[in-house]
């Protein structure tokens, strides 16, 4: 079992930037790799960046450039540095964990930080 625990989503001014948080506890020992998704209002959720344990970072094509995905092992926290927001970045944002359950690979999913980008 892992929990994760999102933090530093708000209210931000269009071009500003936020840090996202992201805490686990648990079995944090087993984990392979964190990530992040979002979900903007009446859409699907989508991948925006994720990082294994080794710190080889994957992002998707939209957002390459202007956010960077960063871990701390010793803190167990990855973290979301997200520049130069647009209006259209709002969206419910999700921290994930994966790792093994009985031989699969198993996501863990945050409650989520809502982030709001004023235009």
């Known amino acids: 079992q892992v929990q994760l625990v999102e933090s530093g989503g708000g209210l931000v001014q269009a071009g500003g930037s936020l840090r996202l948080s992201c805490a686990a506890s648990?079995?944090?020992?087993?984990?392979?790799?964190m990530g992040w998704y979002r979900q903007a209002p009446g859409k699907q959720r989508e991948f925006v960046a994720r990082?294994?344990?080794?710190?080889?970072?994957n992002y998707a094509d939209s957002w390459k450039g202007r956010f960077t995905i960063s871990r701390d092992n010793a803190k167990n926290t990855v973290y979301l540095q997200m520049n130069s927001l647009k209006a259209e970045d709002t969206a419910v944002y999700y921290c994930?964990?994966?790792?093994?359950?009985?031989?699969?690979?198993?996501?863990?999913w945050g409650q989520g930080t809502q982030v709001t980008v004023s235009s």
């Open positions: 994930t964990a994966a790792l093994p359950v009985a031989g699969l690979m198993y996501d863990y």
């Open positions: 648990g079995s944090i020992f087993s984990i392979k790799t």
């Open positions: 990082i294994n344990s080794g710190g080889s970072t």
